[in-house]
């Protein structure tokens, strides 16, 4: 399994510091997202399922924003040699 968290910056790309990022909708990120993790499950051997979670809200430096994981399919967790 793996994840992904992504936080408002502190500071702009272009410079400044960031105050507060606000999220009124999110569908054209939505359906990119959706996108994106229906072509990995689709063509990433052993992913078995992705997830992605959007915040919709009024955000400050440090809050998540959005969060993905990413299931292993249960054959190829069972086809890895063991570690010792």
Same mark, same amino acid.
């Given at each position: 399994?793996?994840?992904?968290?992504g =936080?408002? #910056? +502190? &500071? *702009?790309k272009?410079?400044? +510091?960031? +105050?507060?990022? #606000?999220? &009124?909708s *999110?569908?054209k *990120?939505?359906?990119?997202a959706?996108? !994106? *993790?229906?072509d !990995?499950?689709?063509?990433?051997e052993?992913v078995?399922e992705v997830?992605?979670h959007?915040? !919709?809200? =009024?955000?400050e430096?440090? =809050?998540n !924003?959005?969060?993905?994981?990413?299931? &292993?399919?249960? &054959?190829? #967790?069972?086809? +890895?040699p063991? #570690?010792?």
């Amino acid at each position: 399994m793996g994840s992904f968290v992504g =936080d408002v #910056r +502190k &500071e *702009a790309k272009k410079g400044g +510091k960031v +105050k507060q990022l #606000r999220y &009124e909708s *999110a569908e054209k *990120a939505s359906e990119e997202a959706r996108k !994106i *993790a229906t072509d !990995i499950e689709e063509n990433t051997e052993g992913v078995s399922e992705v997830l992605v979670h959007h915040v !919709i809200d =009024d955000l400050e430096p440090g =809050d998540n !924003i959005v969060n993905v994981l990413v299931g &292993e399919s249960i &054959e190829r #967790r069972y086809s +890895k040699p063991c #570690r010792k």
